[in-house]
């Protein structure tokens, strides 16, 4: 099998496949009678957790939600711990025989059947309460492959649909040696965390992947995109030499680590890395990161059943602080929407989500979450080098008003008597065409800019950056593209402001020259990138980066610059 490799390096392993619960109306099979104490358990144990999450909603947003949202809510509640709808339930797994989720959904049909039908018009609205509160008990009895139920043994690779951020994050690293998906790319974000924690992954391979079995053996290469499925012996043993060829060659990487990256000519470049979490700066700081140039704060909020408070925040950003000791920490207010999402703000659906209520958006709506989030990074920012970046921003208006909310953070803990850095930078993502386009207007208000590549990319083309048919055009090579990022970057250095990148872009090899000849003054990446990009920056001189880019520049098409930057990199 084939699909493209987004994390380096060779694993043999067993394979564990996680796959996806079934579709309700695809479970057609009945139960045996041993099963049934254990299904009507499962109910009861659903019901528990489907009421407790409606509880938390409630709570957590009593003073936003008008009385009537809060009494439908409250309905919910009673109709799923109905004692009538536990018995219909019970009495289907047990005398025909059903697993729970097909009684939940028959009983539930027939009782909006039933209301249905009734005169009163109050009561045969309260059908949509009825099927709200069925399909939020399916939900949770469905929710069974979750991460922490899972049991891995040495040597894993993992197999999936595809893999959440949460559940990547919750992976014991100790024991998976490899990840491939059907779906993805390389900025899907179970990708990017592999690559930051130096798990080989291979994403986009295509349905035929979950043809793999549980127990398979299974080689990935996470360079070529290779994987093969119980190889004979004469394979297995060509792949554990290219394996230790390929460790060899990753250690002796790790030796150019104290070397600072410079061109040949003096230019020198800071290189940091992309985290989720402080776990992670001990491999950053060993493949030489000089600091953080994205933390991403909405992986920890995705970690949590109920938004974290300002303590258990102050704990998280602290931990890093301390950690990263004098090192810079650019830390990024909270991402959330688009492929990234949290249940217990019980977004709506949305038909666009990445062009949707997404991040900034989110912060200047919910400005209490906001506001808690940048309190809770200023009173850390007394123990290390922290600096606020936030994402998403389109226009001046949006940035001024992020800077109207931290001013005001910063007061409440002034009158409070807290400490806090009162000289703490604040910079944007570019990654809204808009932002790039006007760098020059926002230094007025940012302090730095970093490049999200992965989100400009996408904005920038029209392309869905999840969407496997269109992703031969997400290519950061294109001509328009790569214009819009010189300008972003010039207009920024017009002011005096440093420009960093910190989407995927950073560390293609194939892209340094460019990135350097452009004038980028910051690369910041996955940890196991750094060691490859600080050598091909070592190697040049920056006088032939520029005109390397200059020269790609009067190309046409992105193949021809990939080409024509193939040729300069050998
Ligand atoms: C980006 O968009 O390039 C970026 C770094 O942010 P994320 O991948 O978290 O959206
Ligand atoms: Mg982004």
Do not use: W
């Amino acid at each position: 099998m084939k699909g493209t490799g987004v994390s380096p390096g060779i694993s043999i392993g067993t394979a564990y496949v996680i796959r996806k619960a079934p579709a309700v109306n695809a479970i057609t099979n009945t139960i045996e009678e041993k099963d049934k104490p254990a299904e009507i358990s499962n109910f009861d144990k659903a019901v528990k957790e489907a009421t407790g999450e409606v509880n938390r909603i409630i709570d957590l947003n009593r003073s936003r939600f008008k009385p009537e949202d809060i009494a439908i809510l409250e309905t919910q509640t009673e109709f799923i711990g109905d004692s009538q709808i536990r018995s219909d339930v019970q009495d289907k797994i047990l005398n025909e025989n059903l697993p729970a989720v097909v009684a939940v959904r028959e009983v539930i049909q027939s009782m909006v059947q039933m209301f249905g039908e009734m005169d009163d018009e109050y009561l045969r609205a309260r059908r949509t309460d009825i099927q709200d509160a069925g399909k939020r008990i399916i939900k949770h009895l469905l929710k069974d492959d979750s991460e922490s139920a899972r049991r891995y043994t040495e040597n894993t690779i993992l197999i999936a649909e595809d893999i959440s951020p949460t559940d990547a994050l919750s992976i014991d690293t100790s024991l998976i040696s490899g990840i491939a998906t059907v779906e993805g790319g390389r900025t899907s974000h179970a990708a990017i965390i592999a690559r930051s924690r130096g798990i080989p992954a291979v994403a986009g391979c295509g349905p035929t992947l979950m043809e793999i079995a549980d127990n398979d053996t299974i080689i990935l290469d996470g360079s070529t995109g290779d994987i093969l499925v119980n190889p004979d012996n004469h394979k297995i043993e060509e792949y554990r030499k290219k394996k230790k060829i390929s460790d060899r060659e990753s250690e002796s990487l790790k030796l150019i680590r104290d070397k600072p990256a410079i061109t040949k000519d003096g230019r020198k470049i800071h290189l940091l890395g992309n985290i989720s979490s402080h776990t992670e700066l001990e491999h950053l700081f060993e493949c030489g990161g000089e600091g953080v140039g994205l933390l991403r704060t909405e992986l920890f909020f995705m970690q949590h059943e109920k938004l974290p408070s300002e303590e258990e925040q102050f704990e998280f950003y602290l931990q890093v602080a301390i950690t990263a000791g004098k090192k810079p920490v650019i830390v990024r207010t909270l991402d959330i929407g688009g492929d990234k999402q949290v249940p217990f703000l019980s977004i709506p659906a949305e038909s666009n989500p990445f062009l949707g209520y997404r991040a900034i958006r989110i912060s200047l709506d919910r400005t209490d979450i906001f506001l808690t989030q940048i309190r809770a990074i200023l009173r850390a920012s007394v123990y290390g080098n922290l600096k606020i970046m936030l994402p998403m921003v389109s226009c001046l208006d949006e940035l001024k008003a992020a800077k109207t909310l931290i001013k005001k953070a910063e007061s409440e803990l002034s009158d409070s008597g807290i400490r806090y850095n009162s000289k703490i930078e604040t910079g944007i993502m570019l990654e809204i065409p808009s932002a790039a386009l006007m760098t020059g207007m926002l230094s007025k208000e940012s302090d730095f800019f970093s490049i999200g590549t992965n989100d400009l990319c996408q904005y920038t083309m029209a392309v869905d950056r999840m969407n496997r048919k269109v992703a031969s055009l997400y290519d950061h090579f294109n001509p328009g593209f790569l214009r819009l990022l010189k300008t972003a970057i010039d207009q920024a250095h017009e002011k005096g402001k440093s420009v960093g990148m910190c989407g995927e872009m950073s560390s293609d090899p194939l892209a340094v020259i460019l990135l350097l000849g452009m004038g980028l003054d910051e690369f910041s990446m996955p940890a196991s990138s750094i060691p490859v990009v600080k050598q091909i920056i070592n190697k040049v001189d920056y006088k032939d980066a520029k005109e390397i880019y200059n020269i790609a520049m009067t190309m046409e098409s992105s193949s021809e610059i990939r080409e024509y930057l193939q040729e300069k990199s050998k």
